[in-house]
Nanobody, 119 residues
Framework: QVQLVESGGGLVQPGGSLRLSCAAS????????MGWFRQAPGKQRELVAA???????NYADNVNGQFTISRDNAKNTVYLQMNSLKPEDTAVYYC?????????????WGQGTQVTVSS
């Protein structure tokens, strides 16, 4: 089993920045892909960004250039740097890990961390 522990969410004003972290433990040998999804009230959970162990990244169109995903393989930790935050970025952000970029939704999930963008 894989355990994912997220940190870094909170309340931020529009235009501000936040950095999310997610540390993985347990059966991590199969975690080629790690990343972040988000779910806003009344909406489906959507991919935000993902990264493979080798550094290949995948971003949602609506965050490309605004968010940056990175990964420290030695620490089994993935990060999401979020800049120029907007109210529409408000959501619960979930860390995710799985065997590949295409099979992440079937992988392991963190408990979620709330990000609220509001003045």
């Amino acid at each position: 089993q894989v355990q994912l522990v997220e940190s870094g969410g909170g309340l931020v004003q529009p235009g501000g920045s936040l950095r999310l972290s997610c540390a993985a433990s347990g059966s991590i040998f199969s975690l080629n892909a790690m990343g972040w999804f988000r779910q806003a009230p009344g909406k489906q959970r959507e991919l935000v960004a993902a990264i493979t162990r080798g550094g290949t990244t995948n971003y949602a169109d609506n965050v490309n250039g605004q968010f940056t995903i990175s990964r420290d393989n030695a620490k089994n930790t993935v990060y999401l740097q979020m800049n120029s935050l907007k109210p529409e970025d408000t959501a619960v952000y979930y860390c995710n890990a799985g065997p590949s970029l295409s099979t992440m939704r079937a992988g392991s999930w963190g408990q979620g961390t709330q990000v609220t963008v509001s003045s």
